[in-house]
């Protein structure tokens, strides 16, 4: 079974501030990777597939790096919209996702 | 524009059964897997099976195998989730979701607002 860890469980940061995430699996994933957001009371949003092709919409301050078991997510310069909660998750082994990294206003 | 609509908010007691539904359009329902994700109150996301409504192939998480019961009616653009026998640990947010299939990429492209599912006596 393949497990996604994430950390920061929780990251707190200004707007306007760099955002990075990471999110690391127990052995290699290849580059199967999505990211997603979740901001209270609403569904996650895709933002990011397979390690770095940006969804659909998905604003270019969003991208994503990393293969094999290690994984970014970054956040160039935080908007007010950003801080939510993001998760990481692979095909590899049944759609896991990770634990998820909360980001909040500092 | 590519929609998926679930059915609203239940609340069950113990022991009862309950179907939840999912009503895609804009896109050939037919032609994509739905996923059924959980959520648990303050929790994360766990994929709890797929199915393609073209057919009605289904796969089944093996934490959720005979839990519950994943259909699809490709007539109306409906998938459903349904339990036979709920328990207060099912209480949750459920979320329908479109599997985005490129290559060997999977992920899920477009989902449903949830649906909250409340188990008590």
């Known amino acids: 079974e393949i497990v996604l860890t994430q950390s920061p469980a929780t990251l707190s940061l200004s707007p306007g501030e760099r955002a990075t995430l990471s999110c690391r699996a127990s052995?290699?994933?290849?580059?199967?990777l999505a990211w997603y957001q979740q901001k209270p009371g609403q569904a996650p949003r895709l933002l990011i597939y397979?390690?770095?092709n940006r969804a659909t919409g998905i604003p270019a301050r969003f991208s994503g790096s990393g293969s094999g078991t290690d994984f970014t997510l970054t956040l160039s310069s935080l908007e007010p919209e950003d801080f939510a909660v993001y998760y990481c998750q692979q095909r590899s082994n049944w759609f896991a996702f990770g634990g998820g990294t909360k980001v909040e206003i500092k | 524009e590519v929609q998926l609509v679930q059915s609203g908010a239940e609340v069950k007691k113990p022991g009862e059964s309950l179907k939840i539904s999912c009503k895609g359009s804009g896109y050939r329902f037919s032609s994509s897997w739905i996923a059924w994700v959980r959520q648990m109150p303050g929790k994360g996301l766990e994929c709890m099976g797929i199915i393609y409504p073209g057919d009605s192939d289904t796969r089944y998480s093996p934490s959720f195998q005979g839990q519950v019961t994943m259909s699809a009616d490709k007539s109306v653009s409906t998938a459903s989730l349904q339990w036979s026998s709920l328990q207060a640990s099912d209480s949750a947010m459920y979320y329908c979701a479109r599997l985005l299939w490129i290559g060997d990429g999977r992920s899920f492209d477009y989902w449903g607002q949830g649906t909250l599912v409340t188990v008590s006596s």
């Open positions: 397979d390690t770095s």
């Open positions: 052995q290699s994933i290849s580059s199967y």
